[in-house]
T-cell receptor, first 113, second 109 residues
Framework: DGGITQSPKYLFRKEGQNVTLSCEQN?????MYWYRQDPGQGLRLIYY?????DFQKGDIAEGYSVSREKKESFPLTVTSAQKNPTAFYLC???WGTGRNEQFFGPGTRLTVL | GQQLNQSPQSMFIQEGEDVSMNCTSS?????WLWYKQDPGEGPVLLIA?????ELTSNGRLTAQFGITRKDSFLNISASIPSDVGIYFC?????????FGKGTSLLVTP
């Protein structure tokens, strides 16, 4: 089955700790994205990557970091510098050129204790 | 990112009723997308619109890309309980998507 997987589904972190969220896709998509969603809000772009070993900051990149060493994987690290990290994190992928439909994973809910 | 205005913010309807929601922008976009999100899950793409004036259906869903390229609407006919969720419009100013804040739909049996 082709799709996007995110793990874990729920994550708890102590304040001051870094944590890494996993995102894997087997759709052979070139582009991958990370969004943050807060209650009652739309999705806001954190980082995106159009190709392996390249990525760009989105609207709210401060306190986050990413890597794109493989086409299938785009992990997101939430660092201790992120002041308000509790949120629902969504990963997406797309072909990256031409048609821009993005397909989303099931999300990871991060709670900072 | 560019601001999208979705309305209404929420809707509370009875099963069987038709639903209409819309999304507007002050800027022109060449692609409009509609997603549905169930609680605690990722958004699922419902309809993609690529041509101004285009009317596209997907089962009981119909969406239109406004002729000015600054708006779009989504209609759901004969609503059922599983239509409950949040509906987002999105546009593509570049590689990433800009999302509206969503319309929350509640359907009572």
């Amino acid at each position: 089955d082709g799709g996007i997987t995110q793990s874990p589904k729920y994550l708890f972190r102590k304040e001051g700790q870094n944590v890494t969220l996993s995102c894997e896709q087997n759709l052979n998509h070139d582009a991958m994205y990370w969004y943050r969603q807060d209650p009652g809000q739309g999705l806001r772009l954190i980082y995106y990557s159009q190709i392996v070993n390249d990525f760009q900051k989105g609207d709210i990149a401060e306190g986050y970091s990413v890597s794109r060493e493989k086409k299938e994987s785009f992990p997101l690290t939430v660092t201790s510098a992120q002041k308000n990290p509790t949120a629902f994190y969504l990963c997406a992928s797309s072909w990256g050129t031409g048609r821009n439909e993005q397909f989303f994973g099931p999300g990871t809910r991060l709670t900072v204790l | 990112g560019q601001q999208l205005n979705q309305s209404p913010q929420s809707m509370f309807i009875q099963e069987g009723e038709d639903v209409s929601m819309n999304c507007t922008s002050s800027s022109i976009f060449n692609t409009w997308l509609w997603y549905k999100q169930d609680p605690g899950e990722g958004p699922v793409l419902l309809i993609a619109l690529y041509k101004a004036g285009e009317l596209t259906s997907n089962g009981r869903l119909t969406a239109q890309f406004g002729i000015t390229r600054k708006d779009s609407f989504l209609n759901i006919s004969a609503s059922i309980p599983s239509d409950v969720g949040i509906y987002f419009c999105a546009v593509t100013p570049g590689y990433a998507l800009n999302f509206g804040k969503g319309t929350s739909l509640l359907v009572t049996p």
